[in-house]
């Protein structure tokens, strides 16, 4: 399977200010996705990613809080802006299966935030 | 509305024995579930799946469960070995295409008493 890279695996911040979480596939990907797990929860989809046209948002996640770019095939990022404690999660990304293919998982982002 | 629910927060099973994880859903269209399980510090790893036009699915140790009448699937794994020591995350999602959403449940840990 692809092999899925996130830089960085984890950091500390300062509440107010934002910080891009890169997501890097060995291979050409149609979609990309990314999720929030918060302490002691499931993994939450925050949006799903195309290349070439603008990110879907789920409920609950607005794109000013959560910009998302995929320039190309084989990359995406997720800036969390303007974060608050409440943000303090790990942040994942992943990449769509095809039939009856699993979605796979980067090792994510571990965010903390002072 | 948490979709997909993994009741046990915890579980430890001797060494050799059989592990049973079970998770429930309430959303009838959900239509295909997987089991992730996770280590520290690394993004969810796939495990095993089922269609739900089956109501099992074997892969090696690991056997998957589907209950659609009760909405309710179980992981059984057998033989316990140390290494199977994680949390185990339970999702579903609507169609079996790869590109569909992942929602999870909270996850269950897995502790294998040597």
């Known amino acids: 399977s692809a092999v899925i890279s996130q830089k960085p695996s984890r950091d500390i911040c300062q509440r107010g200010t934002s910080l891009t979480i890169q997501c890097q596939v060995d291979?050409?990907?149609?979609?990309m996705f990314w999720y929030r797990q918060q302490p002691g929860q499931s993994l939450t989809l925050i949006a799903t990613a195309n290349q070439g046209s603008e990110a879907t948002y789920e409920s609950g996640f607005v794109i000013d809080k959560f910009p998302i770019s995929r320039p190309n095939l084989t990359f995406s990022t997720l800036t969390v802006s303007n974060m608050s404690p409440e943000d303090s999660s790990i942040y994942l990304c992943?990449?769509?299966?095809?039939?009856?293919?699993?979605?796979?998982f980067g090792d994510g982002t571990r965010l903390s935030i002072l | 509305d948490q979709q997909v629910k993994q009741n046990s927060p915890s579980l430890s099973v001797q060494e050799g024995r059989i592990s049973i994880l079970n998770c429930d859903y309430t959303n009838s269209m959900f239509d295909y579930f997987l089991w992730y399980k996770k280590y520290p510090a690394e993004g969810p790893t796939f495990l095993i799946s089922?269609?739900?036009?089956?109501d099992k699915n074997e892969d090696g140790r690991f056997t998957v469960f589907l209950n659609k009448s009760a909405k309710h699937l179980s992981l059984h794994i057998v033989p316990s070995q140390p290494g199977d020591s994680a949390v185990y995350f339970c999702?579903?999602?609507?169609?079996?295409?790869?590109?569909?959403?992942?929602?999870f449940g909270t996850g269950t840990r897995l502790t294998i008493i040597p």
């Open positions: 999702a579903a999602s609507r169609s079996n295409f790869g590109n569909e959403k992942l929602t």
């Open positions: 291979s050409q990907v149609t979609m």
């Open positions: 992943s990449i769509a299966g095809g039939y009856e293919q699993p979605q796979h």
């Open positions: 089922i269609s739900s036009i089956k």
